[in-house]
């Protein structure tokens, strides 16, 4: 070793960094972290949660499926049941319909359960609104059920009234007449079940008012759903509605019938063949006395012996003077016939009542109208009648005219094959009239004797078959009452019963036709109509109303002839006309019953077609609903009647005042 090389040495226990060269210095090294000790995942402890998790949703979804198969399995249960309650209905006895009843009531309590099991989902948004209503229709059927087994009990009396028996046991034989008394004398015991059956009807509708069907589906498959639901809660509704109007009349039923104090009404016959606006025009008369229950004529007569003692005073309308000509040629002034220009039945009979006071014709308690199909619906139920002195009466169709048996004699009976001309002097006496005059005063007595006769002296089997004729003769408006009471002749308006002219707020059609001296074509002459509603760009509604009359039949110079219509369309006040096509005269709007009328003329020919097309703007704005009523005109058969209103168009045939909404 070189001695003269010298190496620094570095001692073990004190080396320096500042003692080294430089060439011999190390560069600090960064700090080189630790490496961490691998953490390993809890598998165990999660793998737990999630099985709790997916547990408790399991069980959950096993519980829903349950608690909604334990409904359905009990719905499906009670779908059975009632299938068996309706067909006990069919076999029209009460006892058994009870029995049934009592089945399915239990049946519906074991669903009721099922399905209170279930409404806590009802908290769920959207979903739990469906469940929600589900409630309400239980809630209501339990109601229903109530309704439904207190109106057995009260319907057991007059069992065989509504077509039902009520067990075993040998019927005794009753007419007709004894069970309209027992109905009449049990009106007072009848009164209060009827009050506690509306306060249960009453609860059904408030339970479900509230459910918005726009929210469900129009169809579920090949299943129509919301069209159903609506068609369920209208019924509802109407039926509520009846029957509430209805009651009152039940209890006016004793004093109508005379219980406590004979009863004496004017009935016109008005022959709706030859139809005026409150149902055809009037021909005879009778005075009909009811004494507990008991109908009695008392006298009739036919109009133009009535006329004869009349001294008309007011000025006719214009188009009586104008169209019908007769006896107004002379004088223009109203002659008790035609006292039925009002299209309101009501008003006519004031003016008529206070006119026919002046010939002396006084203590009445009101005035009842009937037209020939009251006569046709009754024949329907009793068959052939025969009447002394002028032989049978039945709705057999005959070849002489294309109608009824009954119609065909009636207006042979009726029909003045010319005027009748009074002595001017005021004698009373005729100067001439024609052959078959003196045959239209003595049918009208013996013809009504031998109906109201036959129809009491039905076997009680008939009497559902009498009351359904009595009740579509009301509804058809066939039958109109004018009762001196104001309470009962109110009563009898709200249900319909009166002739009234509707009023109502939202859109409206009332079409009124007058035959002015074309014979009886009416017999014969059909109305088709069609509305078309729509909205402007202002959200204004605008209407196209065609009206279409056809006669099919060949002319006769007797029944069938040229038929000269003067008719009137009331429409909503304040509607605008905008065109009137297809008729001879069109005349001035105005205003009448509190709505505006839109006036013309035209005469339909046998075998022929008058189409009138009226274009007019509403005084409605469009908004979220749209109300229509359609009011029949007395005296008219079930026209068809089409409303379309955007994607929406109903068909159905006016037999009676119809209510729509859109």
Same mark, same amino acid.
């Given at each position: 070793?070189?001695?003269?090389?010298?190496?620094?040495?570095?001692?073990?226990?004190?080396?320096?960094?500042?003692?080294?060269?430089?060439?011999?210095?190390? !560069?600090?090294?960064?700090?080189?972290? /630790?490496?961490?000790?691998?953490?390993?995942?809890?598998?165990?402890?999660?793998?737990?949660?999630?099985?709790?998790?997916?547990?408790?949703?399991?069980?959950? +979804?096993?519980?829903?499926?349950?608690?909604?198969?334990?409904?359905?399995?009990?719905?499906?249960?009670?779908?059975?049941? /009632?299938?068996?309650?309706?067909?006990?209905v069919?076999?029209?006895?009460?006892?058994?319909?009870?029995?049934?009843?009592?089945?399915?009531?239990?049946?519906?309590?074991?669903?009721?359960?099922?399905?209170?099991?279930?409404?806590?989902?009802?908290?769920?948004?959207?979903?739990?609104?469906?469940?929600?209503?589900?409630?309400?229709?239980?809630?209501?059927?339990q109601? *229903?059920?109530?309704?439904?087994?207190? %109106?057995?009990?009260?319907?057991?009396?007059?069992?065989?009234?509504?077509?039902?028996?009520?067990?075993?046991?040998?019927?005794?034989?009753?007419?007709?007449?004894?069970?309209?008394?027992?109905?009449?004398?049990?009106?007072? $015991?009848?009164?209060?079940?009827?009050?506690?059956?509306e306060?249960?009807?009453?609860?059904?509708? %408030?339970?479900?008012?509230g459910?918005?069907?726009?929210?469900?589906?129009?169809?579920?498959?090949? =299943?129509?759903?919301?069209?159903?639901?609506?068609?369920g809660?209208?019924?509802?509704?109407?039926?509520?509605?009846?029957?509430?109007?209805?009651? !009152?009349?039940?209890?006016?039923v004793?004093?109508?019938m005379?219980?406590?104090?004979?009863?004496?009404?004017?009935?016109?016959?008005?022959?709706?063949?030859?139809?005026?606006?409150?149902?055809?025009?009037?021909?005879? =008369?009778?005075?009909?006395?009811?004494?507990?229950?008991?109908?009695?004529?008392?006298?009739?007569?036919?109009?133009?012996?009535?006329?004869?003692?009349?001294?008309?005073s007011?000025?006719?309308?214009?188009?009586i003077?104008?169209?019908?000509?007769?006896?107004?040629?002379?004088?223009?002034?109203?002659?008790?016939?035609?006292?039925?220009?009002?299209?309101?039945?009501?008003?006519?009979?004031?003016?008529?009542?206070?006119?026919?006071?002046?010939?002396?014709?006084?203590?009445?308690? %009101?005035?009842?109208?009937?037209? +020939?199909?009251?006569?046709?619906?009754?024949?329907? #139920?009793?068959?052939?009648?025969?009447?002394?002195?002028?032989?049978?009466?039945?709705?057999?169709?005959?070849?002489?005219?294309?109608?009824?048996?009954?119609?065909?004699?009636?207006?042979?009976?009726?029909? #003045?094959?010319?005027?009748?001309?009074?002595?001017?002097?005021?004698?009373? $006496?005729?100067?001439?009239?024609? /052959?078959?005059?003196?045959?239209?005063? $003595?049918?009208?007595? !013996?013809?009504?004797?031998?109906?109201? /006769?036959?129809?009491?002296?039905?076997?009680?089997?008939?009497?559902?078959?009498?009351?359904?004729?009595g009740?579509?003769?009301?509804? *058809?408006?066939?039958?109109?009452?004018?009762?001196?009471?104001?309470?009962?002749?109110?009563?009898?308006? +709200?249900?319909?019963?009166?002739?009234?002219?509707?009023?109502?707020?939202?859109?409206?059609?009332?079409?009124?036709?007058?035959?002015?001296g074309?014979?009886?074509?009416?017999?014969y002459?059909?109305?088709?109509?069609?509305?078309?509603? +729509?909205?402007?760009?202002?959200?204004?509604?605008q209407?196209?109303?065609?009206?279409?009359?056809?006669?099919p039949?060949? =002319?006769?110079?007797?029944?069938?002839?040229?038929? !000269?219509?003067?008719?009137?369309? =009331?429409v909503?006040?304040?509607?605008?006309?905008?065109?009137?096509?297809?008729a001879?005269?069109?005349?001035?709007?105005?205003?009448?019953?509190?709505?505006?009328?839109?006036?013309?003329?035209?005469?339909?020919?046998?075998? *022929?077609?008058?189409?009138?097309?009226?274009?007019?703007?509403?005084?409605?704005?469009? %908004?979220?609903?749209?109300?229509?009523?359609?009011?029949?005109?007395?005296?008219?058969?079930?026209?068809?009647?089409?409303?379309?209103?955007?994607?929406?168009?109903?068909?159905?045939?006016?037999?009676?005042?119809?209510?729509?909404?859109?």
């Amino acid at each position: 070793m070189n001695d003269n090389f010298n190496i620094p040495q570095i001692h073990p226990d004190e080396p320096t960094k500042k003692d080294l060269p430089v060439y011999m210095q190390v !560069p600090p090294q960064p700090a080189i972290p /630790a490496t961490p000790k691998p953490v390993m995942p809890k598998v165990k402890k999660t793998h737990k949660k999630l099985k709790i998790a997916l547990g408790v949703v399991f069980a959950f +979804t096993l519980l829903l499926f349950f608690l909604f198969y334990s409904a359905y399995d009990q719905s499906q249960k009670l779908v059975a049941s /009632a299938r068996i309650l309706k067909d006990s209905v069919a076999t029209k006895n009460l006892d058994e319909v009870n029995k049934k009843l009592t089945l399915f009531e239990n049946d519906y309590r074991s669903f009721s359960k099922a399905y209170s099991r279930i409404e806590w989902l009802k908290v769920i948004p959207y979903f739990g609104s469906f469940v929600s209503d589900g409630g309400k229709f239980v809630d209501a059927g339990q109601e *229903g059920l109530y309704l439904a087994k207190k %109106g057995v009990e009260v319907a057991k009396p007059f069992a065989d009234l509504i077509g039902f028996s009520t067990g075993g046991g040998e019927a005794k034989q009753e007419t007709a007449e004894d069970r309209i008394n027992f109905l009449i004398n049990s009106t007072e $015991k009848l009164a209060p079940e009827l009050d506690t059956l509306e306060v249960h009807i009453k609860k059904i509708n %408030g339970k479900l008012s509230g459910i918005n069907t726009a929210k469900y589906p129009r169809k579920i498959g090949k =299943y129509e759903v919301r069209s159903l639901l609506e068609s369920g809660l209208l019924g509802v509704s109407l039926t509520t509605e009846i029957f509430s109007k209805a009651k !009152p009349i039940v209890a006016d039923v004793p004093t109508l019938m005379g219980v406590n104090t004979p009863r004496t009404y004017l009935v016109i016959f008005q022959n709706d063949k030859e139809l005026r606006p409150t149902g055809g025009f009037i021909t005879a =008369y009778s005075l009909l006395q009811v004494d507990k229950g008991k109908l009695n004529p008392v006298s009739s007569d036919d109009i133009y012996n009535l006329d004869s003692k009349y001294n008309p005073s007011i000025p006719a309308p214009d188009p009586i003077v104008k169209y019908l000509k007769g006896p107004y040629v002379l004088s223009k002034y109203l002659r008790l016939r035609d006292m039925n220009w009002n299209p309101d039945f009501s008003e006519s009979m004031k003016m008529f009542v206070a006119e026919i006071d002046k010939v002396g014709l006084r203590g009445i308690d %009101g005035v009842i109208s009937v037209d +020939t199909q009251v006569l046709v619906n009754l024949l329907d #139920v009793i068959g052939e009648i025969q009447v002394p002195g002028f032989g049978a009466f039945s709705n057999k169709i005959i070849s002489e005219c294309n109608c009824s048996q009954v119609i065909y004699e009636l207006e042979s009976f009726a029909d #003045v094959e010319g005027p009748i001309v009074w002595d001017p002097a005021g004698t009373g $006496k005729i100067i001439y009239a024609p /052959a078959n005059y003196e045959n239209r005063k $003595k049918i009208i007595g !013996p013809l009504m004797n031998a109906v109201i /006769a036959n129809a009491m002296a039905q076997p009680k089997e008939k009497m559902p078959g009498l009351l359904e004729a009595g009740w579509k003769s009301i509804l *058809g408006k066939n039958i109109m009452f004018f009762l001196f009471d104001e309470k009962m002749q109110a009563n009898m308006g +709200t249900f319909g019963a009166t002739g009234s002219i509707v009023r109502h707020t939202g859109d409206f059609l009332h079409i009124n036709d007058a035959n002015l001296g074309g014979r009886k074509s009416n017999l014969y002459v059909t109305q088709e109509v069609l509305q078309t509603i +729509t909205f402007d760009k202002n959200g204004q509604a605008q209407k196209t109303l065609e009206i279409t009359y056809k006669n099919p039949e060949k =002319y006769d110079g007797w029944l069938n002839s040229v038929l !000269p219509n003067y008719v009137r369309i =009331y429409v909503p006040k304040g509607s605008k006309l905008t065109s009137f096509e297809g008729a001879e005269e069109i005349f001035d709007a105005y205003e009448d019953l509190d709505y505006t009328v839109f006036p013309a003329f035209f005469q339909l020919r046998p075998q *022929g077609v008058i189409k009138l097309k009226v274009v007019y703007t509403l005084p409605i704005k469009k %908004g979220k609903k749209y109300d229509l009523y359609v009011q029949k005109q007395p005296g008219t058969v079930a026209f068809p009647y089409t409303v379309t209103l955007g994607k929406n168009t109903t068909e159905f045939l006016l037999d009676g005042d119809k209510s729509l909404s859109f």
